[in-house]
């Protein structure tokens, strides 16, 4: 069982930075590929980013490219989401995820273990 704790939310103001930080417990940090998956109200979840379990290969979504980055560091045994120039689209609970799936994995419904979220608002 994999235990997920995110951090880092919070209320920001367009053009503006957050970093969000998820930390996993309870088994093997390197077994998991992770991700950052949203939700805004009304909506499905939406694939953020993605990150291997070596963090050798990352994929990020279509809506963040450029401006988000998914990294992992394996001596803290967290995984981060840099969020630059947001926007008020990027306002939704922000999701932390976790697959023992080889690569990355691009769609929510593969991933296994989730955290409890974090609620990011962007205000214009």
């Known amino acids: 069982q994999v235990q997920l704790v995110e951090s880092g939310g919070g209320l920001v103001q367009a053009g503006g930075s957050l970093r969000l930080s998820c930390a996993p417990s309870g088994r093997t940090f390197g077994s998991y590929a992770m991700a950052w998956v949203r939700q805004a109200p009304g909506t499905e979840r939406e694939f953020v980013a993605g990150?291997?379990?070596?963090?050798?290969?990352?994929y990020d979504g279509d809506a963040v490219k450029g401006r988000f980055t998914i990294t992992r560091d394996g001596a803290k045994n967290t995984v981060y989401l840099q969020m630059n120039r947001l926007e008020p689209d990027d306002t939704a609970v922000y999701y932390c995820?976790?697959?023992?799936?080889?690569?990355?994995?691009?769609?929510?419904?593969?991933?296994?273990?989730w955290g409890q979220g974090t609620q990011v608002t962007v205000s214009s």
């Open positions: 990150i291997s379990r070596r963090g050798s290969s990352t």
């Open positions: 995820a976790a697959t023992p799936r080889p690569g990355v994995r691009t769609s929510p419904h593969e991933y296994d273990y």
